[in-house]
């Protein structure tokens, strides 16, 4: 996973959760609900980070062979 891809979801994940907590202490559905979202992208991506740096190391350890 580069570096700046992890970064990019820490940041979107941290910013759901700031959107998520205003939106409860507000009483502002569409806020939470976007915060929520915003969390729900950001872990998929770091999911998806996740398989294509397992599959990367799957790749290369047949490689070396």
Avoid: C, P, W, Y
């Avoid at 891809?5 to 907590?21: I, L, M, Q, R, S």
């Amino acid at each position: 996973m580069g570096i700046d891809d992890k970064a990019n979801n820490t940041v979107t994940n941290h910013v759901g959760a700031a959107k998520e907590a205003t939106g409860k202490l507000t009483g502002n559905e569409r806020l939470e609900r976007e915060g929520q979202q915003d969390q729900a992208e950001a872990k998929l991506r770091d999911a998806g980070e996740k398989v294509k740096d397992a599959a990367r190391k799957l790749k290369d350890g047949f490689s070396k062979d």
